[in-house]
């Protein structure tokens, strides 16, 4: 029987250097009397979550929709050309050090594939920059859905016409991945836990590592 290990891909799989990137397309700004940067950031990241569940339009806009909504709040000017910045410099983050080659190793027993909450000309440079060939490479864009709707799993499950058994699913992103995963029958679920978050006894089952290089030896490579 055909298995499957699925990846999200930014924080999982590509450094995704939002907030860094964000800090300094906005560093003439950033010196606003009481501003708390940490705080504005955790703001633009919750509502880039409350953004995608909401009905789907592609992420490019939920970028500058979040950041504008985000600056609005902590009173910083928003410039159009702010936005634009985050979503050009998206396609240029690359992978995590241990990422190729622990995805090579997994190609030598699964099939690999990507399920992202990304727009297709956004996530194709992060591929390339990863340099392992995906099976297979879902994106919400071709979903009509983002993660943590289970449309998007289901989708990407029709598409690579498996079901959820022959799946293991590994992810960085709790409320994006693990909690919607939980009751739809994988094989298993990994949870790549690279800041050291508290998990939840409520979500298991799922293994925990810090990073992906454990990944193949976990799953029998």
């Known amino acids: 029987m055909r298995e499957i290990v699925t990846f999200d891909a930014y924080a999982t799989l590509i450094?995704?250097?939002?907030?860094?990137?964000?800090?300094?397309?906005?560093?003439?700004?950033?010196?606003?009397?009481?501003?708390?940067v940490d705080e504005f950031l955790d703001d633009f990241r919750v509502m880039r979550f409350q953004a995608v569940l909401e009905d789907y339009r592609p992420y490019h806009e939920i970028?500058?929709?979040s950041l504008r909504n985000?600056?609005?709040?902590?009173?910083?000017?928003?410039?159009?050309?702010?936005g634009?910045?985050?979503?050009?410099?998206?396609?240029a983050f690359g992978p995590f050090p241990e990422v190729p080659d622990a995805l090579r190793a997994l190609k030598s027993r699964y099939e690999i594939a990507i399920i992202s909450n990304s727009d297709d000309d956004l996530i194709a440079r992060n591929v390339e920059n990863i340099g392992v060939e995906f099976d297979y490479v879902i994106t919400a864009e071709q979903a009509g859905a983002y993660k943590p709707d289970r449309q998007i799993f289901e989708h990407a499950y029709q598409v690579m016409g498996v079901e959820p058994a022959q799946v293991v699913h590994t992810a960085q992103g709790?409320?994006?991945?693990?909690?919607?995963?939980?009751?739809?029958?994988?094989?298993?679920?990994?949870?790549?836990?690279?800041?050291?978050?508290?998990?939840?006894a409520d979500y298991q089952p799922y293994d925990e590592l810090p990073d992906l290089s454990g990944l193949p030896k976990l799953l029998g490579c």
């Open 15 to 36: 450094d995704f250097e939002l907030g860094p990137t964000t800090l300094k397309v906005l560093s003439d700004r950033l010196g606003l009397d009481n501003l708390d």
């Open 70 to 82: 985000a600056m609005r709040l902590h009173g910083l000017e928003y410039r159009d050309s702010d």
């Open 63 to 65: 970028l500058h929709s």
């Open 84 to 91: 634009d910045a985050l979503v050009e410099a998206v396609p």
């Open 174 to 200: 709790w409320e994006y991945d693990h909690i919607p995963t939980r009751d739809l029958g994988l094989k298993r679920r990994v949870w790549i836990n690279r800041y050291g978050r508290p998990g939840s």
